[in-house]
């Protein structure tokens, strides 16, 4: 069979390209299953749009039967078109990913979907093609009813009457050293961006892969949409790990590492046995970072001496709220002021760079709560303070909340991007133009110190990208009006 798997190219404003693990992995799982003939297409580096990669590949007699594409919220209406035009040229429609799992419903009502999987999909999409190929309908668009996918868990999927079925849920895997590693040799490695947004441009010949050590997470915190991954914390032991960080560093000849893992150092022991052996097999030579936040309350001094030792450059911490009521009564982040601050003096003290995450315009937040989170992150000074606006996603606490209490701004899925700089929801006092105003201010005021662009003037990165670095500042210090008319 041939197949296609996609992510959407992103309208979402993102400056950043990295390599879509998820694809990866279900590459992977089609590869050790005996399915060569798998291409993927990552939007976001991509110079041909689907239509055209499908419509070539009809013209040379080699088209593909089956189209899987990724989604999460902000990317379903793309995936959606995309779907349309693999199925207007006869192929297959699969999709699945973040938001998928949380509404499947919704795809299975359109026509140009076939297929939802819901959950973890490497299993899931290997099941599927055997059903596809032994269907004894099998060459007609009408194997996708057949009643064997009745047994495959975590499907959505139409009966023979154009039922929509919804399968049970999936359970979540438990056994993740036995999961085949990404096929990274299927990514054009050469056209993603750094991992490290400090060294951005500067190595032209960056091979930046990522890496998944564990998945899930047993936290709560109310904006955290974890529909893949979930609430139980699965480790890969480090053997298996470093098996994989092998590879990327001889056989991929990585030159930069990102860990994406929703916690990668909740069992701060297992955290520091990967770091002993990363040194020990000799594998800290390729500098890596953290890109989901680190979580502060499960780190301590050595964690971060022992990660410089293996290669770390820079951690990223999820800090959120300057105010103790907002992160611990509001966000449920169920870490405190302190030990926000002991991991950046700690991260700082083993000589890593850092990266803090801010959120503004929470439920009972005030001018005053957001006044105290541009001070925290002043105070902390990480090397990069990355500022958002609150994003209630389906299936949050968050958007109960905003269903239940609030006004939603966000008409069409493409407006929940968190790194939008606009208010997606009104709660009680709380006024959009408020959050606009003070996450633009929080940008002015952190990045528009005079040692703050002293530096950024030093850096090469500034006068090498200096097109894109003129776009981000427009972004960040003007108001939305007038950027529309001056970016597009
Ligand atoms: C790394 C990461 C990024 C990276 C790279 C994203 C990428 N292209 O993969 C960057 C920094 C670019 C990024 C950007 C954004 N991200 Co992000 N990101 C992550 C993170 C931390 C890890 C992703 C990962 O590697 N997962 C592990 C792999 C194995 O899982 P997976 O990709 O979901 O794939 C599995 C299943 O979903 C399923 N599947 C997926 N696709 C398909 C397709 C088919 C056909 C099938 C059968 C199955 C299937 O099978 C896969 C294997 O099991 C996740 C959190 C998380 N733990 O998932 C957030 C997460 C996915 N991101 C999120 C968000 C909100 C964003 C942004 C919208 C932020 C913004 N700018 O506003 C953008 C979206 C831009 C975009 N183009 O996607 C949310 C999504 C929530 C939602 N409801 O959609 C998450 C869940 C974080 C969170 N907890 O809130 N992100
Ligand atoms: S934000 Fe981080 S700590 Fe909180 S629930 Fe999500 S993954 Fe866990």
Redesign the pocket.
């Known amino acids: 069979m041939r197949i296609l ?6 309208q ?3 400056s ?11 590459a992977g ?1 089609l590869l050790a299953n005996g399915y060569t003939d798998v291409t993927l297409h ?3 580096v991509e110079d041909e749009s689907v239509a055209a990669v499908l419509d070539r590949a009809r013209a040379e007699n080699r088209a593909y039967q089956v ?10 209406e793309r995936a959606w078109s995309i779907a349309r035009d693999a199925r207007a040229r006869g192929a297959i429609t ?9 509404q499947p419903d919704e795809s299975m009502q359109k026509p140009e979907v076939d ?3 819901r ?4 299993d ?2 290997i099941e ?1 093609l055997r059903v596809l190929e032994t269907s004894a309908i099998s060459g007609q668009r009408s194997a996708v009813n057949d009643a064997r996918l009745a047994n495959i868990l975590g499907l959505s999927w139409r009966d023979a009457n154009g039922q929509v079925r919804h399968n049970p849920d999936r359970p979540l ?1 438990s056994d993740l050293d036995n ?1 085949p590693l ?1 096929a990274y040799q299927l990514f054009k490695i050469e056209r993603y961006t750094n991992l490290n947004p400090l060294t951005d441009g500067l190595d032209p010949h960056a091979r930046a892969y ?1 890496i ?1 050590t564990s ?3 047993p936290y709560k915190c109310i ?7 979930g609430d139980t914390w699965r480790g890969r032991s480090v053997a298996n790990v470093i098996q994989e960080w092998r590879m990327l560093v001889k056989d991929f000849r990585a030159t930069e590492i ?1 860990i ?3 916690i990668w150092n909740l069992d701060l022991k297992r955290a520091k046995e990967l770091c002993r052996a990363i040194i020990d097999e000799g594998l800290n030579t390729v500098p890596w970072v953290t ?2 936040g680190m979580k502060v309350n499960h780190t301590d001094l050595e964690l971060f001496q022992l990660m410089k030792r293996a290669g770390c450059k820079r951690v990223g911490f999820g800090v959120e709220s300057g105010d103790e009521y907002i992160l611990k009564r509001v966000i449920k982040k169920s870490q405190t002021l302190d030990q926000v601050r002991a991991a950046f003096r700690n991260a700082k003290a083993a000589g890593l760079q850092t990266m803090g995450f801010f959120i503004y315009g929470m439920p009972g937040e005030t001018e005053a709560t957001m006044e105290k989170t541009t001070r925290l992150a002043l105070e902390l000074d990480p090397d990069l303070a990355n500022f ?1 606006i609150a ?1 209630p ?4 606490e968050l958007w109960k909340l905003v269903e239940k209490e609030g006004i939603l701004f966000s008409h069409t899925w493409d407006d ?5 700089d606009r208010a997606h929801f009104q709660i009680g006092d709380l006024t959009a133009e408020l959050v606009e105003r003070k996450w633009h201010e929080a940008y002015r005021r952190f990045y528009f110190r005079p040692q703050r662009l002293a530096r950024r003037l030093l850096m090469r990165d500034t006068w090498q990208n200096a097109p894109q670095r003129a776009r981000d500042a427009m972004r960040f210090f003007l108001g939305a009006k007038a950027r529309a008319g001056s970016l597009t």
Request: hydrophobic share 40%; aromatic share 6%.
């Open positions: 798997l996609v992510s959407p190219d992103s979402v404003w993102n950043r390209a990295h390599i879509h693990n998820g694809l990866g992995y279900l799982s990552d939007g976001a189209v899987g594409i990724s989604a999460p919220t902000v990317l379903i699969i999709l699945g990913g973040p938001h998928l799992t949380l297929l939802v999987v959950g973890e999909g490497e899931a999409l599927i895997r999961i990404p990522t998944v998945r899930g997470c904006y955290c949409s974890k529909p893949i991954t990102g994406t893992d929703d890109i989901h958002m994003a996603f389906p299936g949050t929940y991007a968190i790194h939008s």
